[in-house]
């Protein structure tokens, strides 16, 4: 079972970027996906999610209406398309999955969460 990150880079305040996570040995429709972030000197914190088999996404209220998480089952992989970046988007992401389906106030913990990918750093300058 691995997952794979990608994506990340250096942008401009208000610019774009889409990460990827590709995942291998299990099915991502089968899995709640999340994408966390953490910057330097601060806890891993959850920005987006997607559970099994669900099409609603769910998102914290600091990425709402910039970030959106999705995936395509054909291609095993999840995607967090990021755009109006801010400087305190700063930080490496990292994609992580959890067998079935997590109920929303666990989704935003790294405990439930079994496998991880490595993170991809993602630098907004101002």
């Known amino acids: 079972v691995q997952l794979q990150a990608s994506g990340g880079g250096l942008v401009q305040d208000g610019g774009s970027l889409r990460l990827s996570c590709a995942a291998s040995g299990f099915s991502v429709n089968d899995y709640t996906i999340g994408w966390f972030r953490q910057a330097p000197g601060k806890e891993r914190e959850g920005v987006s999610f997607l559970r099994n088999r669900e099409s609603r996404t769910i998102n914290a209220d600091s990425v709402k209406g910039r970030f959106t998480i999705s995936r395509d089952n054909a291609k095993n992989t999840v995607y967090l398309q990021m755009n109006s970046l801010q400087p305190e988007d700063t930080a490496a992401y990292f994609c992580?999955?959890?067998?079935?389906?997590?109920?929303?106030?666990?989704?935003?913990?790294?405990?439930?969460?079994?496998?991880w990918g490595r993170g991809t750093q993602v630098t907004v300058s101002s």
């Open positions: 992580a999955a959890a067998k079935g389906r997590l109920i929303i106030s666990n989704l935003w913990t790294p405990t439930p969460y079994s496998y």
